[in-house]
Every structure is written in structure tokens, then in C-alpha cells.
């Protein structure tokens, strides 16, 4: 039963859609920071490309070798196995800490979502109740809903049906013994 009760809540819940919708608003809040981007770039470029060719290719090769051999000389064969295992701990550590990070991030977007989607059913009502007040511009249909709770709070309740336990049947079963079978 479990199971059962664990695959109905994983359909349930909203969460993963929330999280979708919130990443689409994000998505599109960063989409919209693009043009003023590429602006920038365009301001840019002329510059960094001017830097690119003015730069020596034999400095860079220069300063890239002496880089390698330092990070080579740092290396130590005997202690290389210590700083492996060393390594592959941290890396453990740094897993669990990213999984942490990812969790803490997710629920943020979802809640980020979460609160996009209600601003997007607001605006969607919005220009439902303008749609509707261009097509009906008659002040009629909305009295009719406000009559029907001034009823309701009036007493007037709607008959509920009861539930009726099954009944369980009053007939005994008869019992065969070997004497009443001759």
C-alpha cells in the first residue's frame, strides 16, 4: 500500500510544474536583458578584438609553458596517492554540498513559479473580465452570483445524501455433520 500511497502523492504534487513555470519565467526575464547585452558586445568588440591582435603569440606560448612546468614540478610521486585519496574525499563532500544547493534551488524556483503562476491567472481573469465586460456590456449578469449567497446565508441548505453502510447479510450457513448425512 505504500507504494500505492507514494505514486499518488508523486502525481499530486504540484511542485515539478511550479518549478517548470518558474523556470520559464526566469527564462524569459533573462531573455528580455539580451538586446541590451548585445548592445554592450557591440560597444566592446572593436576593443577586444584590437587587444587580440596587438598581443604576441610568442608571449602566450612563453607564459602557458612556464605555467605547465610549474604544475608539473609541484607534482610529487610519493605523495600523489595521498592527494588522490584526499581528492576523492573532497569530491564526496563537494557532491553532498551540491545536492544540498541543487535541493535549496529547486525549491526556490518552485516557489519563484509558484508565485508566477498566480500572477499569470491574474492577468489572464483580468482580460477575461474585459473580454466578457466587451461582449455583455450589461450590468445584469453580474447581480445574478451576488443573489445566490444572500440565499445560501439565508438558512436555505442543499439536502446532502447519506451514506448507507452495506448490510451484511443475517442468514447462517448450515453446518453438515457426518451424522445428518446418512
Known sequence: MAIADDLKKTLTDPTPLYFAAGTADLAVQQAKK?????EQLRAEAPARIEAVKNT??????EAVTAKFAEVLGAIDP?????TAQDLALRGVGVAAEYAVRAKETYDKVAVHGEQA???WRGEFSAEIVDIAVAVEPEAEPAAEPASEPVAEAAGEE???????????????KAVVTADDAS
Open 34 to 38: 539580451v538586446p541590451d547585452l548585445i
Open 56 to 61: 604576441d603569440p610568442k608571449a602566450v606560448q
Open 78 to 82: 610519493k605523495k600523489f596517492g595521498e
Open 117 to 119: 503562476v498566480r500572477n
Open 158 to 172: 442543499k439536502p446532502v445524501a447519506k451514506k448507507v453502510p452495506a448490510r451484511k447479510s443475517t442468514a447462517k
